[in-house]
């Protein structure tokens, strides 16, 4: 190895600290950007970056998107498709790299500020999820009024196309139609009386 591509590796790790602050940080955009945006001299450089980032993730329980049960290997394996970059699944066999976040809680391995973090992470996605259901259930509540008065309009408006039906075939039968021809020459008469 030269001391040209030896530089650019430890400027690579540099770069992948840099993705760790922001996932630290919370900016998952940050990081998003440098997976996009970095560029590895090789595919070994990629794997160790990437690897120690996984690892990272999972010790520390970082929120990158991932599930509790995902593996290092595994989280190595979709950051380095979001590089663009394939890596086998050989390649990534290290000695933790079966390790995930449920694994490492389960174990008791880790210690009591990461539990305490992963205990804070539960209670705040419990009280977000109360909320929503909360919320969804007053959703579901005017909806169900709503309902009600949306069954009533229309029990009205049958009601109402109903009496207009039977007006329509009252007034289509012969007497009812000569009434109302009676009628108007009655009002047509008197019309022509008073503008005399």
Not at 185 to 192: A, E, H, L, N, Y
Request: charged share 30%; hydrophobic share 40%.
């Amino acid at each position: 190895m030269s001391k040209a591509e030896g530089g650019q590796g430890k400027a690579e790790l540099g770069q992948g600290n840099a993705a760790l602050a922001a996932l630290r940080a919370g900016d998952l955009d940050a990081f998003s950007d440098w997976l996009h945006t970095t560029n590895f001299a090789t595919t070994t450089d990629a794997g160790e970056t990437l690897h120690s980032i996984a690892h990272t993730i999972v010790a520390e329980g970082l929120d990158a998107g991932f599930a509790p049960t995902a593996t290092v290997d595994e989280i190595t394996a979709i950051l380095a498709g979001r590089c663009g970059i394939a890596i086998s699944p050989t390649a990534l066999a290290g000695p933790d790299g079966s390790q995930s976040r449920r694994a490492l809680i389960e174990s008791g391995r880790l210690d009591d500020a990461a539990i305490r973090r992963e205990l804070l992470a539960a209670h705040d996605e419990i009280v977000r999820l109360r909320a929503k259901r909360d919320a969804l259930e007053a959703k579901v509540d005017e909806l169900s009024g709503a309902r009600v008065l949306a069954d009533q309009l229309a029990a009205e408006l049958e009601r109402d196309e109903w009496i207009r039906a039977r007006l329509r075939r009252l007034k289509s039968t012969r007497p009812v139609r000569g009434l109302i021809y009676v009628r108007r020459r009655v009002q047509s008469r008197t019309k022509s009386a008073t503008s005399r």
